[in-house]
């Protein structure tokens, strides 16, 4: 019984992050005249999807753990390790945008002989903006999957890699416009 349960968790969440996938492609393709503006960006920009779902995905994986080990309560009140893992979370967004903003300005600079520093602030101010909203609906999301009976460590993955597909897109859009 518990393998079909499991089954159903990882099959849905799986569906639904092919169809996530699809509309963060679909917003992709509609700022793609803004990106082409911006080379780096074209370098920049997978590294940074990436970036989304490792980090969230790492954070819904260690509250995870911490719920069905009992060293924690799926609360956000007076809970040491949801703070210390947000904080955790918050430096690494910091730390990968800088580094990937930096890693696309040189490389922009080397291959396309452009020096534009604005990759760098688009790196640092779109990783802030997904960070937002992705690191409350991973916490908010794993708490209640687990309150409610399911297994986050099935559905977390895609579910956390679509939605941070789908806001690093509208993150770096964001980004564009304001720089």
Do not use: C, Q
């Not at 509250?63 to 210390?84: E, H």
């Not at 895609?158 to 789908?166: A, E, K, Q, R, V």
């Amino acid at each position: 019984m518990a393998f079909w349960k499991d089954f159903d968790e990882i099959v849905t969440a799986e569906m639904a992050s092919t169809a996530g996938g699809l509309v963060a492609g679909t917003l992709l393709a509609f700022i793609t005249n803004k990106i082409e503006l911006i080379p780096a960006l074209l370098i920049f920009l997978p590294g940074f999807l990436e970036m989304r779902g490792n980090i969230s995905g790492s954070l819904s994986a260690r509250l995870s753990s911490a719920l069905f080990l009992g060293a924690t309560k799926p609360k956000i009140r007076k809970n040491r390790i949801l703070k210390g893992n947000l904080a955790a979370a918050l430096l690494l967004v910091v730390v990968v945008s800088i580094i990937l903003g930096v890693v696309a300005f040189f490389a922009n600079l080397v291959f396309f002989g452009v020096f534009d520093y604005r990759i760098i602030s688009i790196a640092f101010i779109a990783g802030m903006l997904s960070n937002v909203l992705e690191l409350p609906l991973a916490v908010f999301t794993t708490f209640w999957l687990f309150r409610h009976g399911h297994d986050p460590n099935n559905i977390m993955g895609p579910y956390i890699t679509t939605t941070g597909d789908i806001s690093s897109v509208v993150a770096i859009f964001i980004a564009i416009v304001i720089i």
